[in-house]
């Protein structure tokens, strides 16, 4: 039974995340995502389930920088998780009490529109988790008056739903990964994704373009690009790509080996299974027959069998 390592402590959306990827695996909760990635490394736990991206904010930048800087870790699932958020209090703390909101700041900027309308006096801080928030919340004491998260958590920890379904839209998904140590890779399933970290040689017009050609050339598409600071300097960039299909595919290794040749350094993600199973619609020629067929035909050129 594996031992997967996540963002806790119990009731996490990540959880849930975890338990639908890996149902009978063992649960390590971390206090944060860097907490679980490191055990992953270290071999406290053989891998982690973190959260990468969210459909309303967008990147889970904490994951994108750990992947690309830390010790590698390849990526071998993905899960998108529908996410509902809940407002939790202690028994007998009704709206005109809360003062102090606390949650996961990935649900603050999700649920905007619900704190300003009924909540806009009050202040709110950001915690490590959403169940680390209801956990806090959860103690007498306790400086804050509400959390934000998921109902489960609210039951977990004995709070009050005092709103259900407060985030600003019904249908917001996280996308969550599995990740673990270098080894072998999923077999490819024809409906795959691949991701990767590219870093530029040098700045130039027209580097980003022709990072992207290696991949718009061999008719890869791409699910996702995120550009994050070096931490240089103002400007200094460097690019997460998202892409459709597997490295063992003709045209994503080619891609990549592309891509290599122009950037200082990539670094290879992994190649896993599409959580929404669809498979990449391909242009004529690109397919690995069509590469096979190509490099036999410039073999028999360069050998004089032509
Ligand atoms: O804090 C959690 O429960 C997480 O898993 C991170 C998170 C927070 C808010 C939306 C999606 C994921």
């Not at 071999?43 to 967008?58: H, K, R, T, W, Y």
């Not at 801080?125 to 509400?146: F, I, K, Q, R």
Request: a negative charge; proline letters at 8%.
């Amino acid at each position: 039974m594996p031992k997967l390592a996540y963002l806790g402590p119990e009731g996490t959306f990540c959880e849930a995340a975890l338990r639908i990827l890996a149902p009978d695996a063992e649960r390590l909760p971390c206090a944060n995502v860097s907490a679980a990635l490191d055990a992953a490394r270290g071999g406290e736990a053989d891998g982690a389930v973190v959260p990468l991206e969210n459909s309303v904010e967008g990147a889970i930048t904490v994951t994108l920088d750990e992947l690309a800087w830390g010790e590698p870790l390849l990526i071998s699932a993905e899960l998108l998780l529908p996410v509902e958020f809940s407002l939790l209090v202690r028994p007998g703390i009704g709206l005109p009490q809360i003062k102090r909101v606390y949650t996961h700041p990935a649900a603050i900027t999700q649920c905007r529109n619900y704190l300003a309308r009924e909540l806009p006096d009050a202040v709110v801080v950001a915690a490590p988790s959403t169940a680390a928030a209801a956990l806090e919340v959860s103690m007498p004491g306790s400086p804050y008056d509400a959390a934000i998260g998921p109902a489960i958590a609210g039951e977990h920890y004995g709070l009050f739903e005092l709103a259900a379904r407060m985030g600003d839209r019904d249908d917001t998904v996280t996308r969550f990964v599995r990740v673990s140590r270098p080894g072998p890779l999923p077999e490819p399933t024809g409906a795959d994704r691949t991701s990767l970290v590219a870093f530029l040689r040098d700045d130039h017009p027209g580097a980003l373009l022709e990072m992207l050609s290696e991949f718009a050339v061999r008719g890869v598409n791409l699910t996702r690009i995120e550009s994050r600071p070096t931490g240089d300097g103002i400007g200094r960039y460097f690019f997460h790509f998202d892409a459709e299909g597997h490295v063992g595919d003709a045209r994503v290794g080619e891609a990549l080996s592309g891509l290599r040749r122009l950037s200082d350094d990539v670094r290879f993600l992994g190649s896993y299974p599409r959580a929404d199973r669809v498979s990449p619609q391909l242009k004529s020629g690109v397919a690995d027959p069509d590469f096979a067929e190509a490099a036999g035909w410039l073999a028999r050129i360069r050998t004089g069998q032509a």
